[in-house]
């Protein structure tokens, strides 16, 4: 566990309605706990986990990663906890940046949920039309 003497690195990552606050310490091994759980525990599923975990990829130091996540599913959950990272390993070490942005992990994916107008059913579904 990290300590308030330490150094951290913070940063905010955005996806969907899911945010992520993200502190970034170094240390001798790597570990994840997000909302204070185990970061294996707290995303289940493989494919989640390895989302996350692509940002280490060309990272030489390892970090003790602590994330509080609101928002959201679980899925813009995973992807808002990457974009914070990579923005935290930014601020430790600014050469990772085009290395990163290559990947697209420093993008804000602005993709999100339509609202819905008046009139129709949903964002652009209409009720179906009769000519009589």
């Keep these: 566990m990290a300590t308030k003497a330490e150094k951290y690195m913070e940063a905010v990552g955005r996806r969907k309605t899911a945010v992520a606050r993200v502190r970034i310490t170094p240390a001798s091994k790597s570990v994840i706990t997000a909302n204070g759980k185990e970061f294996e525990k707290y995303f289940p599923t ?12 060309d990272v030489p130091a390892n970090f003790f990663v602590s994330a ?6 679980i ?18 070490d600014v ?27 949903k964002a652009r579904k209409a009720p179906q039309w009769s000519k009589r």
């Design 46 to 57: 493989k494919e989640l986990r390895n989302s996350i975990m692509k940002v280490f990829a």
């Design 68 to 73: 509080k996540l609101v928002g959201g599913g």
């Design 75 to 92: 899925s813009a959950q995973a992807e808002a906890l990457r974009h914070g990272i990579a923005r935290a390993l930014l601020i430790h």
């Design 95 to 121: 050469e990772l940046r085009t290395k990163l942005k290559v990947k697209g992990f420093l993008k804000r994916d602005p993709r999100a949920k339509e609202r819905r107008k008046f009139g129709l059913k």
